[in-house]
């Protein structure tokens, strides 16, 4: 069956380092694959998408890598800052279709 | 406006009550999602609708569960009958194609008491 995979576990670091978000999946192959942010008791924010055929994406300070053969995507917030800290939420579309299936996201807290 | 409006923000229903849940999707956007967020960050789809139309309805609990989107009416979800397990947040969310980021409502907590 179709799984995603995110770190349970929150991601703690130090403010101003780099945050790297891991999201693999398997037995699908998404046509592209969506980043959003969730604070609690709010709906999540979207932040990104990159398609299949993109290597990597860049906004402000974040960046999303996908990688097609690992099943693998990276989500990287340079100089990370405590107003980051948040459930960071992947959701590539469902194989077969465009509605994208979330996974249960990673909680990253940046310390000042 | 730019916002996904879902009301109401709470809900509290007895077992075997009805509740009715409402979602203003943003204007111009032809897409519409339901979600249904058990525990914490475990999203489960329920339905899509392209303008009017259902979309996908694969997640939804057809026996309880109905939804419409009217032309000029905010979108709708309702549960007949509900059980102890439909205590969630339900989110909307909308987009103007498929391929674009989703902008997700603030939710409806549904708690069956």
């Known amino acids: 069956s179709q799984k995603i995979e995110q770190n349970s576990e929150a991601l703690n670091i130090q403010e101003g380092k780099t945050a790297t978000l891991t999201c693999n999946y398997t037995?699908?192959?998404?046509?592209?694959l969506q980043w959003y942010r969730q604070d609690p008791g709010r709906g999540p924010v979207f932040l990104l998408l990159?398609?299949?055929?993109?290597k990597e994406k860049r906004k402000e300070r974040l960046k999303v890598t996908f990688d097609t053969t690992l099943k693998q995507s990276l989500f990287h917030i340079t100089a990370s800052q405590p107003a980051d800290s948040a459930t960071y939420l992947c959701a590539p579309n469902s194989g077969g279709s465009y509605i994208p299936t979330f996974g249960r996201g990673t909680s990253l807290i940046v310390h000042p | 406006g730019e916002e996904v409006a879902q009301t109401p923000k709470h809900l509290v229903r007895g077992e075997g009550q009805k509740a009715k849940l409402y979602c203003a999707p943003i204007?111009?956007?032809?897409?519409v999602f339901w979600y249904q967020q058990v525990l914490k960050n475990e999203f489960k789809f329920l339905i899509s609708f392209q303008n009017e139309n259902v979309f996908d309805e694969t997640g939804m609990p057809k026996e309880r569960f109905s939804a419409k989107c009217l032309p000029n009416s905010p979108c709708s979800l309702e549960i007949q009958a509900t059980k102890l397990e439909d205590s969630a947040v339900y989110f909307c969310a909308s987009t103007r194609t498929s391929e674009h980021g989703y902008t997700f409502g603030s939710g409806t907590r549904l708690t069956v008491v």
């Open positions: 204007k111009g956007h032809s897409y």
């Open positions: 990159i398609r299949e055929n993109e």
């Open positions: 037995n699908y192959s998404p046509a592209y």
